[in-house]
Nanobody, 123 residues
Framework: VQLQAYGGGSVQAGDCLRL?????????????MSWFRQAPGKEREFVAS????????RYAESVRGRFTISRDNANNTVLLQMNSLKPEDTAVYYC?????????????????WGRGTQVTVSS
């Protein structure tokens, strides 16, 4: 499966963005999906994850209550709705998939990675 993240951009603090992770090559409906991000000069970190059914979700403490991960199986995509953005959310955002369908917070549990999309939040 090939993943592609898009929907990033440059916004002001307090604004919203919706990131989309699109897949080609197979359906996402059986995969666990996660978002990670990497800020300049920092290591990549976990943001949000959702299991194959969409029932179970997990968020990093830094984004809980502001970001929402969801699945759109009809369009074979996974979404990350980001509200109340802060300058510290500035990073390249990546989507990743786990073929076992679990949600996952560790990069080592991912089987597929997509190309990232830049999110820049100005104060």
């Amino acid at each position: 499966v090939q993943l592609q993240a898009y929907g990033g951009g440059s916004v002001q603090a307090g604004d919203c963005l919706r990131l989309v992770c699109a897949a080609s090559g197979r359906t996402l409906s059986t995969l666990g999906m996660s978002w990670f991000r990497q800020a300049p000069g920092k290591e990549r970190e976990f943001v949000a994850s959702i299991n194959w059914s969409g029932v179970t979700k997990r968020y990093a403490e830094s984004v809980r209550g502001r970001f929402t991960i969801s699945r759109d199986n009809a369009n074979n995509t996974v979404l990350l709705q980001m509200n109340s953005l802060k300058p510290e959310d500035t990073a390249v955002y990546y989507c990743a998939a786990n073929s076992r369908g679990w949600l996952f917070t560790a990069e080592t549990l991912s089987d597929y990675w997509g190309r990232g999309t830049q999110v820049t939040v100005s104060s």
